[in-house]
């Protein structure tokens, strides 16, 4: 093998047997039997056999080699543009010879362009010819030979032999086959089949995956996926965490001090909606426990999910543990930390603890002072970007780490940060080798589909219920030609004493771009309604001023805040009632209902106007249509969240195109949830009763990157 096939072959992902046979095929030529010339249709593709009439390269009106072949139904031409002296040779007058390709009429008559040609006394192929992926410098003859090499090689030990899956049912794919009997393919069989599959069977149940053979590929796949996920829950259970359980208000603090958590519920100032209470109550009944809590809260834009973090804090600081809150921006995490510092501060004071702030951007002498305060302990809550969790941060007893827009960090760094919790653990001793809880946020609600497969290891509370006296927000699509009317209409609104939120188009890849477009809006808007005052706030901004701008929207000082999507999560000003959102064709589906979540959170009846511009077409793209007709459907957070997940399909939902982590190959999330929850059901039980099978289907699916979850 050449290197250059070698690397053609790595950049594959085909290294073992295994992985050869698991490349299936795209599509299928069938070869397997020799079609009289008269009878091939225009543009079928045909296999057939003739004698050559005539062989001669014409120069006219390029040069090209033109074959004249002939059988007993009738002739046609097969042209070749570029070719080489041997097979000019190959045939010569009088050869028979056979020839696949695309027949077609043309003004030189029924021609194939570039056939592949074959020899005419070889046997016929029994099955379909597969047309598999390849990337360049392969090409499909050796491919094939590799992979038939491979599955002739392989041992395929059945995995899913009938013992493991009996007491979860049969599975859900058996297909009446032609004896009318119920059939479950072994691997083996579905493999080979699906490489060579017999000419007979319809080629539809083949391209659009229903066939059994592909289902059993798929519940391969999908078993490997929760088989790993289950097993990282089991590993993540052999570890130990604080048992932090809820301080109850015992006779001590009926004289005294409340607990903490007792004490925030006094001064937020609102009653807990149901849904808050049952998730305060799932997690508080996790961190009881003395293994570690690996929990997702989610809930839609504006359900309360902040107090409920606060609330699992307060558990963990009543127990005498740090616990640290980190969000993806500082934006986000400066909000989180004002609201937190508000609630908590001045009870943490009462017990001379305090709340600490880290993020990238700190003076050194701050940041010390922080670091300090948090190795003592006398930080008891800390609050901030990534630095929170940098090795540089020592924590003297850290409980819990909450975790904001968890999906924003991306799959790899939410293990990696696990790992190295975990590693941190192992190389401590006596209580320090305790690992914390964690609790993961995020406000873009995962559909059940897309939850069961990539976060099987995680517990999931949801709060499904908005806080009381909310209305709908009413959301409008507003062409751009009317942009003087709107903002007439947005200052008639803000002088009544309403506020709004004016985002920018989101120019991709350019930061400086869509800094100089919030630039101009701001400068537009200010010319046209110079007597309402008005921010502008974008990422590049220092920190202070970033901090001052908000505040005085927060304040209520600025009716208008002109932003880019900088304000897209997290952001709660109660008082804001209108939403303006520029291009809104250029954003996510997901990203504009965070974005219309801003509005809506307080009494005030609200909109969101979604401000589109066609552009040069006239016309919209059909998945910008779909998005921005979706969003003025539905205000449902989880409905969006499904919707986005058609469109963008699951790479791109995740966000995992750039994190290397694995998506499914074979199995659609949309149309194979029956076999998603069949190997649910199996899962936990291999891994307890065959665990030489589950780690066998592993390695076979996963290899490296299983080791790579592992580690
Ligand atoms: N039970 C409740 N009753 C009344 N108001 C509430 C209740 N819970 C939360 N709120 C208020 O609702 C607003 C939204 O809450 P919060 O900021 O926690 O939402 P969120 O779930 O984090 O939303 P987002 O994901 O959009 O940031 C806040 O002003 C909060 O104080």
């Known amino acids: 093998m050449t290197p250059a096939i070698r690397k053609a072959l790595d950049k594959l992902g085909l290294v073992r047997d295994i992985d050869l046979v698991l490349h299936l095929p795209l599509r299928y030529e069938d070869e397997t039997k020799v079609v009289p010339i008269a009878q091939a249709r225009d543009g079928q593709t045909v296999l057939i056999e003739a004698q050559v009439q005539s062989c001669e390269i014409q120069l006219q009106p390029r040069r090209q080699l033109v074959v004249t072949v002939q059988d007993a139904s009738g002739s046609c031409q097969l042209r070749f543009l570029h070719f080489y002296p041997s097979q000019q040779k190959a045939m010569a007058v009088g050869t028979r010879l056979r020839a696949h390709g695309e027949m077609r009429g043309g003004f030189w008559g029924r021609q194939m362009v570039h056939p592949q040609l074959r020899k005419a006394d070889a046997p016929l192929p029994t099955a379909l010819t597969p047309v ?41 794919v058996a297909v009446p086959d032609g004896a009318g009997t119920q059939r479950w393919w072994t691997l083996a069989q579905a493999l080979r089949f699906l490489h060579h599959p017999p000419p007979d069977v319809p ?29 990282i829950r089991q590993i993540r259970q052999a570890h130990a965490a604080p048992a932090l359980a809820v301080r109850q208000r015992g006779r001590k603090e009926e004289a005294g001090e409340l607990p903490l958590h007792a004490q925030l519920l006094e001064v937020i100032g609102f009653e807990l909606t149901a849904a808050q209470r049952r998730v305060v109550e799932e997690i508080a009944a996790d961190m009881a426990r003395s293994v570690p809590m690996h929990r997702l809260l989610q809930g839609d834009v504006g359900s309360g999910k902040t107090v409920v973090a606060a609330l699992a804090a307060c558990i963990c600081m009543d127990a005498g543990y740090q616990c640290a809150l980190m969000a993806p921006t500082e934006i986000l995490a400066e909000q989180h930390f ?19 702030w880290l993020a990238g951007k700190q003076k050194k002498k701050e940041r010390a002072q922080m670091l300090a305060d948090v190795a003592s302990g006398e930080a008891m809550l800390v609050v901030g970007t990534h630095a929170v969790i940098q090795d540089s941060v020592d924590f003297r007893a850290l409980g819990l780490v909450i975790i904001d827009e968890q999906h924003r960090f991306g799959v790899e760094q939410r293990l990696s940060l696990r790992n190295r919790q975990r590693d941190r653990a192992a190389q401590a001793t006596g209580d320090d080798a305790l690992e914390p809880h964690m609790l993961m946020m995020s406000a873009t609600p995962i559909p059940r589909t897309l939850a069961m497969t990539y976060y099987a290891d995680l517990s999931v509370s949801t709060i499904d219920e908005l806080p ?59 010319a046209a309604i110079p007597d309402v005052p008005m921010g502008l706030l974008h990422s590049r901004m220092p920190v202070a001023e970033k901090q001052a701008v908000m505040a005085g929207f927060a304040s209520g000082a600025l009716g208008v805040l002109v932003a880019t999507t900088v304000i897209e999560v997290g952001v709660d000003v109660p008082n804001a009632s209108l939403m303006v959102i520029e291009h809104a064709e250029r954003f996510g589906l997901s990203q504009l209902h965070q974005l219309r979540g801003r509005v809506g959170r307080g009494s005030a009846a609200s909109a969101c106007v979604l401000l589109y511009a066609t552009g040069d077409s006239g016309k919209l793209s059909d998945t910008a249509k779909d998005r921005l ?69 592993m390695q076979r699916w996963l290899g490296g990157k299983w080791d790579y979850l592992k580690a």
């Not at 391209?207 to 289950?230: C, G, N």
């Not at 750039?658 to 891994?687: C, I, K, N, V, Y």
């Open 132 to 172: 598999y992926p390849i990337g360049k410098g392969l090409t499909q003859p050796y491919l094939r030979r590799m992979i038939v090499a491979a599955l002739q090689r392989i041992t395929l030990v059945e995995t899913l032999p009938q013992e493991c899956w009996t007491h979860v049912g049969p599975p859900p």
């Open 203 to 231: 080629l539809q149940t083949l391209e659009d995956r229903s066939h059994p053979a592909w289902q059993r590929l798929k519940v391969e796949e999908l078993l490997a996926q929760q088989l790993s996920q289950w097993r």
């Open 338 to 356: 004002q609201k937190l510092q508000a609630w908590l501060a001045p009870l943490l004071q009462a017990r001379g603890k305090r709340v600490a």
């Open 468 to 526: 009381p006296g909310r209305t709908p927000v009413v959301t409008r699509l507003v062409a751009d030609s009317r942009r003087d009317e709107l903002i007439a209409r947005l200052a008639r609104q803000v002088r009544q004493g309403r506020q709004a939120y004016w985002v920018c188009p989101l120019i991709e890849e350019s930061e400086v771009l869509d800094l100089s477009n919030a630039t101009a809006t701001f400068e537009e808007l200010q």
């Open 629 to 697: 007709r979706a969003m003025v459907e539905t205000n449902d957070g989880f409905e969006i969240a499904r919707r986005d997940l058609e469109i963008r399909g699951p790479g791109e939902f995740m966000g995992v195109h750039q994190s290397g982590a694995s998506l499914l190959r074979f199995a659609d999330l949309g149309t194979d949830a029956h076999l998603l929850e069949w190997t649910r059901a199996l899962a936990p039980w291999m891994l307890a009763h065959r665990p030489d099978l589950a780690e066998l289907h």
